[in-house]
């Protein structure tokens, strides 16, 4: 298994490299964009990605020892299972918060809430006593929802707001971010292998070498990002003005656009088939990955292989993916698809995105709830049983998803804004 893994992610990264050199290769040179010869531009998007990815890279290193640590720490499966439902049910709860919170606290205080929050809980990780270890969940699920919501919310309120760059800029950032992303996670997965098996630090090593990256991510919204806020206006100046002759006008607005940015998103969602199909195909998507991330742990561990190793492969093959998807959408293949993210109003997006979450974590609580139920009804042991019909379930769900992704393509065979500009008019869906 050990031979196995090293030359699954030697063969894994050399696939990468190569169809990246393809994809760039493939794709027609293009005129350098008017973002990337604007220095202003690129300095402040310098300073949110020196802070953003260092919160992914902490993020990330959390990844391939979590279980480990809880069997480390001798508890049961079902045990375990508990453990990963309150923190899938605390991203849940806190949602709505991490929506809201940027607004009334601020979206640099809340990027700080969000370092100090993580903090805490991976140095819950040293204790193992089961209580901590919950709050510790807890914690990590706070912070992953204000992870997903605020740094964005920070830099695209600054990007149009105050600098009022281009919004055609702002997806150049996120692109930038997302490839970012990929290195980072296949070099987490190092990382936490050298600390917790060639260092024989354990496994709980990688959650303390994610504590000072916090720090250091923390120390950048503090510095950079109020120097940035200082040179550029700060985030609140405005909400400050019009709220001076009513102490409560600020939050209450923040409140109110927040409330209404909820309940515009369920009327979209309700109203219109092609949303609801595109949640349901996130939703189930996205849940069997959450309950993946759950089982290969358990499945591969008796086996003993290295799990940062193999963690690097799981992201080495997302990586993969992502250049395949590169490669087939190029000009010489051009298996263009439909922009059915088209369908969502960009106005009602973040409303919309945060009801498709909701039956995502839903989902995943269920199903490690049911394997939960599955272990504790054999007498506490191992649930092999168990293991083999969450996967089972896992199957269906993705069938389910096949099925909404056939249903939505046939909803927008004839439907033109969900085709590409140079397909219109052909009478194809691609």
Known sequence: MLVTAYLAIIFLLALCVALELTARRLTPPQPTPTAVANPAFRRFQK?????????LWADWLQGPYLYKLYRHYSFLESQIAILYVCGLASCVLFAPVSGWLPQALGRRKTCLLFCLSYSACCLTKLSRDYFILIVGRVLGGLSTSLL?????????????????????????????????????????????????????????????????????????????????EAEGGHEGDKQTLLGTSNGGVTHLSAKARFSRSFHEGLRCLLSDRRVMLLGGVQALFESVLYIFVFLWTPVLDPHGPPLGIVF???????????????LATS????????????????????????????????LACLGLLALHGEVSGTGGGEGGSGTRHMFGGCAVMMLAALMAVVSLFTLGKNDTDLRLEGTRGEGEMY
């Open 331 to 362: 000009t010489r293949y051009r298996l263009q698809p439909g922009h059915v993210g088209r369908v969502i109003p960009e106005e009602k997006r973040a409303g919309v995105l945060a009801w498709f979450r909701l039956p995502l974590h839903l």
């Open 312 to 326: 690097s492969c799981l992201m080495a093959a997302s990586m993969a993916g992502s250049s395949l998807y590169r």
């Open 148 to 228: 997903a919501t605020t740094f964005e919310a920070w830099y695209v309120h600054r990007h149009v707001d105050i600098h009022d760059f281009p919004k055609e800029w702002i997806p150049s950032t996120f692109t930038k971010a997302a490839t970012w992303n990929h290195g980072l996670a296949v070099g987490a997965g190092l990382a936490a292998n050298l600390l917790a098996e060639w260092l024989h630090l354990g496994p709980v090593a990688p959650f303390l070498l994610a504590v000072p990256c916090l720090m250091c991510c923390g120390w950048v919204v503090l510095t950079d990002w109020g120097k940035e």
């Open 47 to 55: 300073i949110f990605l020196r802070a953003y990815l260092l919160a």
